[in-house]
């Protein structure tokens, strides 16, 4: 990946060093619980959005692009172009305790003909949905205090996480936090007022999986599977297990973030040794750690990928 990519994946979190704390038992036994969720559809219910007040960053200069042609006509996008992973954000299930919304989004690495196309193509992993159906976004331009989208009459400007999926993709693709203005192809000239993305831990899941990609290979005579991801945590603790189809768990360790104090999401990187795990399909699934069992708050946050060992 390239430095201009990793500034574009980095864009809406930094590193803080604390030392975290290690929750093992209690992590995994909810990590069990929680196995079906690879095997269930996504969720697909509204989240109210706070809004926040953005900080103006410097762009790479104005910009803009159109979607590519419904009939799959890229224009003048080279194959190298085509094939660039980009952050695409998508809808998924939220967390397991009682006083959680049913919908978050979680940041996906996704390669397609735009980035708007990425936002209205159906995602890789079959957790996650999005919102803007195939010919809702028609282009977009990046203005001096402003990120224009032309959207179609018909597109779900209303719904709030539909929004705040759209801000935070193209955000992320510009290396910005400009606000978004939707501007109607032809009812009317503008649909509101500008979009401000919300707080991260309000609208991301606080537990989020970067690598592998959803249906990856990895061989066993690799010795380990890396992951990495980002996520929010009681004192910065999480766990990735990979759990076979029966839901037996047959690889486990601790995902330690960066930090956890800060409203934010941090990165975090582990490797599941793969030296006992058999040939097969398995669901690895990472979560958040709940100090308070599932009794009170949101719960533990969770997200999962479909990963083959050869």
Known sequence: MTDDQDLR????????????????????????????????AAGGSL???ATAVAVVLAVTGPSSTTAADPAGDS?????????????VY???????GPDAPESMLFRAIETGPTMLDLLMTTPSDPDYA??????????YEVKDAEIEVVVSDDAPVL?????????????AYERSTLPVVLIHEVVEPSTG??????PELDVLSHMSIDQPS??????????????????????????CSLLSEDGAEVGATLAQMDGWIEPRLYPWELSIDLADVPVGTYALTCITDDPTGGAEGPGTYTDTRTVIVE
Do not use: C, K
């Not at 999005?130 to 282009?139: A, D, I, N, V, Y």
């Not at 007022?193 to 919300?198: H, K, L, N, Q, R």
């Not at 010795?223 to 910065?236: C, D, I, K, M, Y």
């Open 90 to 96: 998508y809808l998924g299930p939220g967390p397991s």
């Open 193 to 198: 007022g500008p979009i401000e993305s919300a």
């Open 159 to 171: 719904d709030e996480l539909a929004r705040q999926q759209l801000v935070y993709t193209i955000q």
């Open 130 to 139: 999005t919102r803007w159906p195939r010919g809702s976004l028609l282009s």
């Open 214 to 239: 959803e249906g990856a290979v990895v061989a066993r005579e690799d010795g380990a599977l890396v992951v990495t991801g980002r996520g929010n945590s009681f004192e910065a603790s999480g766990q």
């Open 47 to 49: 989240l109210a959005a």
């Open 9 to 40: 994946i980095a864009l809406h979190h930094a590193v803080d060093d604390v030392e975290p704390t290690e929750q093992l038992t209690a992590i995994r036994a909810r990590t069990r619980h929680r196995v079906r969720t690879r095997w269930f």
């Open 75 to 87: 224009g003048s996008r080279t194959p190298e172009e085509l094939s660039t992973p980009q952050s």
